[in-house]
């Protein structure tokens, strides 16, 4: 079982930067791949980013790219993402999750492990 627990949300306002963090509690990575979803009141949860852990592939939403970077620490088992130039729109939840593979995949039904969810508001 992969435990995952997210960090770094908050309230920041237009135009600003967060990261978080995704702290996984297994030995190793390899072979996972770790991805992040948000979810907005009253809308699907939806994905973000995610990354091949083993080759470092990363693979950015459309809504997100040019703005979100997705990245790993392999010493510490985390995975990060870098948000700038927020907007409101991007207030939601945002979820760690992961799955065991090769491939980056964007349905929620892909992964298998989920983190408690963080809080990111963004105010105009």
């Known amino acids: 079982q ?6 770094g949300g908050g309230l920041v306002q237009a135009g600003g930067s967060l ?6 509690s297994v030995r190793t990575l390899s ?4 991805a992040w979803f948000r ?7 939806e994905f973000v980013a995610g990354i091949n852990w083993n080759r470092g592939q990363t ?3 459309d809504s997100v790219k040019g703005r979100f970077t997705v990245s ?3 010493a510490e088992n985390i995975a990060a993402l870098q948000m700038n130039s927020l907007k409101p729109e991007d207030t ?4 760690c999750a992961a799955r065991w593979g090769d491939s980056i995949v964007t349905p929620t039904t892909g992964y298998g492990h989920w983190g408690q969810g963080t809080q990111v508001t ?3």
């Open 122 to 124: 963004v105010s105009s």
């Open 2 to 7: 992969v435990h995952l627990v997210e960090s």
């Open 19 to 24: 990261r978080l963090s995704c702290a996984a």
């Open 39 to 45: 979810q907005a009141p009253g809308k699907e949860r």
């Open 59 to 61: 693979y950015v939403a």
């Open 92 to 95: 939601a939840v945002y979820y």
């Open 72 to 74: 790993r620490d392999n």
């Open 31 to 34: 072979n996972y791949i770790m």
